[in-house]
């Protein structure tokens, strides 16, 4: 099983519409979530970072963390074609980031 | 302004030959760290320091080399021993004292010839 997994994808959605990501994780005595955007050919760029059970918005974006469930989500809402990219979630363990594979998201006009 | 700087952007290199990646950052972290990304897969660890003049291996640490001798700095060589060495290298920092967030530089891009 691996450490932190994703969807693949890639997910489309409309503009306008919610974009969901998920992600799960393995190791229970993760405490530190975070998100990376990262468009093509470019460096990640965190976006979002959780560290309690529950919801935190930053504008259109909104990160959930379920640590019993041992997964974190990622929503964007009113999605744009400028959210179009990678989406990498990372679990702190022992001051080490690991990392999903990403999710590509689309977001079509 | 504060943030990471990597070069060169883009890398050349012949098989057999070592080369050395730069990554400097005035964000006053104690921690660094080297990345590898493969097209359509996620960030794989290959080094870390978390103070000056120390430094671990990640998991994939074989064939490459580090050094931690300034705070600001941390160089990634690429030995001839890394049989499949293109790539995208990727350098990022954090304060040691906090909780974890890394931020990136800009990334070199490696192809051996």
């Known amino acids: 099983q691996k450490e932190v997994e994703q969807n693949s994808g890639p997910l489309s959605v409309p503009e306008g519409a919610i974009a969901s990501l998920n992600c799960t994780y393995s190791?229970?005595?993760?405490?530190?979530f975070f998100w990376y955007r990262q468009y093509s050919g470019k460096s990640p760029e965190l976006i979002m970072s959780?560290?309690?059970?529950g919801d935190k918005e930053d504008g259109r974006f909104t990160a959930q963390l379920n640590k019993a469930s041992q997964y974190v989500s990622l929503l964007i809402r009113d999605s744009q074609p400028s959210d179009s990219a990678t989406y990498l979630c990372a679990v702190n363990q022992g001051g080490k980031l690991i990392f999903g594979q990403g999710t590509e998201l689309s977001v079509k006009p | 302004d504060g943030g990471i700087t990597q070069s060169p952007k883009y890398l050349f290199r012949k098989e057999g030959q070592n080369v050395t990646l730069s990554c400097e950052q005035n964000?006053?972290?104690?921690?660094m760290y080297w990345y590898r990304q493969d097209p359509g897969q996620g960030l794989r660890l290959i080094y870390y320091?978390?103070?000056?003049?120390?430094?671990q291996k990640g998991d994939i640490a074989e064939g490459y080399s580090v050094s931690r001798e300034k705070k600001e700095s941390f160089p990634l060589t690429v030995t001839s021993a890394q049989k499949n060495p293109t790539a995208f290298y990727l350098c990022?920092?954090?304060?040691?004292?906090?909780?974890?967030?890394?931020?990136f530089g800009p990334g070199t891009r490696l192809t051996v010839l």
């Open positions: 964000l006053n972290h104690d921690a």
């Open positions: 959780i560290y309690s059970n």
């Open positions: 990022a920092s954090s304060s040691l004292a906090g909780v974890g967030e890394q931020f």
């Open positions: 190791d229970r005595v993760s405490q530190s």
């Open positions: 320091s978390q103070i000056v003049n120390d430094f």
